[in-house]
């Protein structure tokens, strides 16, 4: 059986969660994106459609947190108090962090639904797109594409369709026409992949200057600007943004680990869910990169999964194939 790529292009999602982490914020964590998959199987399977998803990847085109800033650079969210109580007056604020953002998604699929003619393969990528549009997305809202469209007639990337097409694995000439055919639309954006080896390098680096560094301290100091003073300047209080590592690296989530056995279904009070068993978890966290898809080498760099790991108390994310690191950024 062989596989295939769905593409479902731009879509724009409204009040999708900004806050990742407790740490990190700015789009939404990578989990999330796996969850709205595992969503998508599973809504196939109840409906009678045989369909296998392998992977995910995420471009996003344009991304607006609800946020305002102050005079000294600080960003504060934009905080509402709705919906109204039952009594109808108004609730407590609650913090959250909300975007705007549209992006594109990229899946890997296998599975007899798949396997027919071009014109079944783009009813099935229709009704895809359907499930979709009726799902949350990071607990954001998916906006129809007709209203888009209509508020968009001058941008020709919105009048893109969703579509299914077969991997052509087996035919290197074949192939590089699918994945240079990709990367035109998914232009213009950026993918966002799994970069550990620069936090891994960065700790090395760390460790020249300051033997007891630990991956924590690389990870913070890959998650700001560091300014460093330098004596040898002939200008007084000269504080130079210290350069660092090539590429648009961001720090963020991929997985939990437990911190707790697993708690039966509605042993917990207030629980969200009473039929499913719980158990309490803390975020893990790494680097990750924001790459455009031109320097994409294959579909599958952009794509993540789940790690497969014996171990039942950690879940963490990985990509189908780790993206090579060079020297060339944007």
């Known amino acids: 059986m062989s596989e295939h790529i769905l593409i479902l292009p731009h879509l724009h999602i409204q009040n999708a969660n900004a806050i990742s982490s407790p740490l990190t914020w700015g789009f939404p964590a990578m989990t999330a994106f796996i969850g709205l998959m595992h969503a998508l199987e599973r809504q196939c399977a109840q409906d009678g459609i045989a369909l296998c998803f392998h992977g995910i990847g995420v471009v996003c085109h344009e991304a607006k947190p609800q946020t305002s800033r102050s005079s000294f650079g600080q960003h504060s969210f934009l905080l509402t108090r709705n919906p109204l109580k039952n009594d109808g007056k108004t609730a407590a604020i609650v913090e959250e962090g909300r975007m705007h953002v549209e992006l594109s998604l990229v899946l890997m699929l296998s599975g007899n639904a798949s396997e027919g003619t071009q014109e079944e393969r783009m009813a099935l990528a229709k009704q895809l797109d359907d499930y979709v549009h009726r799902?949350?997305?990071?607990?954001?809202?998916?906006?129809?594409?007709?209203?888009?469209?209509?508020?968009?007639?001058?941008?020709?990337?919105?009048?893109?369709?969703?579509?299914?097409e077969p991997l052509a694995l087996e035919d290197d000439a074949q192939y590089t026409k699918q994945l240079n055919r990709?990367?035109?639309?998914?232009?213009?954006?950026?993918?966002?992949?799994?970069?550990?080896?620069?936090?891994?390098?960065?700790?090395?680096?760390?460790?020249?200057?300051?033997?007891?560094?630990?991956?924590?301290?690389?990870?913070?100091?890959?998650?700001?600007?560091?300014?460093?003073?330098?004596?040898?300047?002939?200008?007084?209080?000269?504080?130079?943004?210290?350069?660092?590592?090539?590429?648009?690296?961001?720090?963020?989530?991929?997985?939990?680990?437990?911190?707790?056995?697993?708690?039966?279904?509605?042993?917990?009070?207030?629980?969200?869910?009473?039929?499913?068993?719980?158990?309490?978890?803390?975020?893990?966290?790494?680097?990750?990169?924001?790459?455009?898809?031109?320097?994409?080498?294959?579909?599958?760099?952009m794509l993540w999964r789940i790690k497969p790991n014996s171990d039942e108390r950690l879940f963490l994310l990985e990509m189908l194939v780790q993206a090579p690191v060079d020297g060339d950024v944007i």
């Open 135 to 164: 799902m949350r997305i990071a607990g954001g809202s998916v906006l129809p594409r007709e209203n888009i469209r209509s508020e968009n007639l001058r941008r020709p990337h919105h009048h893109q369709v969703p579509h299914i």
């Open 182 to 301: 990709l990367k035109r639309r998914l232009l213009p954006g950026f993918a966002l992949i799994l970069r550990e080896d620069a936090l891994a390098q960065h700790k090395n680096a760390l460790q020249e200057a300051q033997p007891d560094a630990s991956l924590l301290d690389a990870w913070l100091d890959l998650s700001r600007f560091n300014y460093r003073y330098d004596a040898d300047a002939a200008e007084k209080q000269h504080w130079p943004l210290v350069r660092r590592p090539s590429g648009w690296l961001v720090p963020i989530p991929i997985g939990y680990c437990a911190l707790s056995d697993e708690i039966p279904a509605n042993a917990i009070a207030n629980a969200r869910d009473p039929y499913t068993p719980l158990r309490f978890v803390e975020p893990l966290l790494s680097i990750g990169e924001w790459r455009s898809p031109h320097r994409l080498q294959c579909i599958e760099e």
